[in-house]
Structures are given as structure tokens and as C-alpha cells.
T-cell receptor, first 113, second 115 residues
Framework: QKEVEQDPGPLSVPEGAIVSLNCTYS??????FMWYRQYSRKGPELLMY????GNKEDGRFTAQVDKSSKYISLFIRDSQPSDSATYLC?????????????FGKGTMLLVSP | GAVVSQHPSWVICKSGTSVKIECRSL??????MFWYRQFPKQSLMLMAT?????????EQGVEKDKFLINHASLTLSTLTVTSAHPEDSSFYIC???????????FGPGTRLLVL
């Protein structure tokens, strides 16, 4: 079983839809969870950062972590064509320093106008 | 946030040639930079960590003689793919190490195509 599993998609939705992106993981030591957005041919950029279980909201984005199920989600409300990108989940057992992140393969999201 | 640039943004080369990719920190000094490789529809895989003033550290399975990393200064790290082959075709991305609150700044990436 891979450490981090993420459905590659593509996930196609109409503009205005609520999008749900998910990752599952197997390493119970992961405590810090991140979502990155990567536009085509660009480097990833950090969208959301959460620690342990719970929800975190930032504008149209909500990150949710369920450590008991080893499952994390990113919700996008009122999706826009500009949200079309690949969304990578990443996680780490540590908060800082030179600990490396374990990335999912990314889910490609396509939002049509 | 910190700005990281990469050059070139894309390169096409013949099999057997060497390609150098530059990663620059534009508004900060970096003693450490990470180098990732990303194949299509695959996750980012850490290749190596470049360290200013010392040797790079490579992840398991990454050939250090093939992927030469030099941290020339506090603003420049380079990755040289020596004797490139078609299987080296990939997207190479440098980044700062993960810091607090998950902050990690990635370069825009370099797409390498080896014919």
C-alpha cells in the first residue's frame, strides 16, 4: 500500500459547483497536512495547512482532516475556471525543519464555464 | 513569500548530452534547496538536498554521479543531468525546505525532454 493515495482524476465540474478532493494515507505518524495547487507547467503553491484533525477554512477553501480514518479532504466552494489545476496533498510527521513531505500524485480538476 | 526562479523553463536535448538547470533564490539566501522530479501524473519525488558549503545528500535510488548538484552560493543551486537519456525526461522542480506552517516555496520547474 502506498503511503499516500490520491485519485488522479480528471475531475470535471461546472462553474459554481462544490468540489471535493481527497487523500488517504497509511502512516499514522503524519500530523501535518497540506494542500498544494499546481497549474500546468508550474511549480506547486501552498493552499492550505492543517495540523491534526479538524477543519480549517480560508475563503472558498476548506481543509478537513480525519486522523481516525486517515483521510483528508479539500473542499472548494463556488468553483471557478481559474481553479482548474492539479491539487496535491502532502503530509509530514513534523512541523518544521528539514523533514520532507510525502506527496500524493495529485488530482486534476477541470472547471468549465 | 520567498521567490524562487529556475532556468531554463524547458529544454530539449539529444540523448547523451548534459543539461544544467539553475535554481535561484531571488529575495532571500538559501543554505539548503530541495530538488524534486515529477513524472506525468505522478507525485513529486525528492531527489536530493543541496547544501551550501557541503556535499549534496541524495535520496535512495538517485544516482549521484548522474545528477550532479552544486550549491554554488547562497542564491544559486544547480542540477546537472549528465549523459541524459529519454527516461530522464521529466519535470524538475527546486524548492526551499519545508518550514513552519508548511511554508515551502517552489520554483516554476524545468521541463526536460531528452530525444
Amino acid at each position: 500500500q502506498k503511503e499516500v493515495e490520491q485519485d488522479p482524476g480528471p475531475l470535471s465540474v461546472p462553474e459554481g459547483a462544490i468540489v471535493s478532493l481527497n487523500c488517504t494515507y497509511s502512516n499514522s505518524a503524519f500530523q501535518y497536512f497540506m494542500w498544494y495547487r499546481q497549474y500546468s507547467r508550474k511549480g506547486p503553491e501552498l493552499l492550505m495547512y492543517t495540523y491534526s484533525s479538524g477543519n480549517k477554512e480560508d475563503g472558498r477553501f476548506t481543509a478537513q482532516v480525519d486522523k481516525s480514518s486517515k483521510y483528508i479532504s479539500l473542499f472548494i466552494r463556488d468553483s471557478q475556471p481559474s481553479d482548474s489545476a492539479t491539487y496535491l496533498c502532502a503530509m509530514s510527521p513534523q512541523n518544521s525543519g528539514y523533514s520532507t513531505l510525502t506527496f500524493g500524485k495529485g488530482t486534476m480538476l477541470l472547471v468549465s464555464p | 513569500g520567498a521567490v524562487v526562479s529556475q532556468h531554463p523553463s524547458w529544454v530539449i536535448c539529444k540523448s547523451g548530452t548534459s543539461v544544467k538547470i539553475e535554481c535561484r533564490s531571488l529575495d532571500f539566501q538559501a543554505t539548503t534547496m530541495f530538488w524534486y522530479r515529477q513524472f506525468p501524473k505522478q507525485s513529486l519525488m525528492l531527489m536530493a538536498t543541496s547544501n551550501e558549503g557541503s556535499k549534496a545528500t541524495y535520496e535512495q535510488g538517485v544516482e549521484k554521479d548522474k545528477f550532479l548538484i552544486n550549491h554554488a552560493s547562497l542564491t544559486l543551486s544547480t542540477l546537472t543531468v549528465t549523459s541524459a537519456h529519454p527516461e530522464d525526461s521529466s519535470f524538475y522542480i527546486c524548492s526551499t525546505p519545508p518550514a513552519t506552517m508548511g511554508t515551502q516555496y517552489f520554483g516554476p520547474g524545468t521541463r526536460l525532454l531528452v530525444l
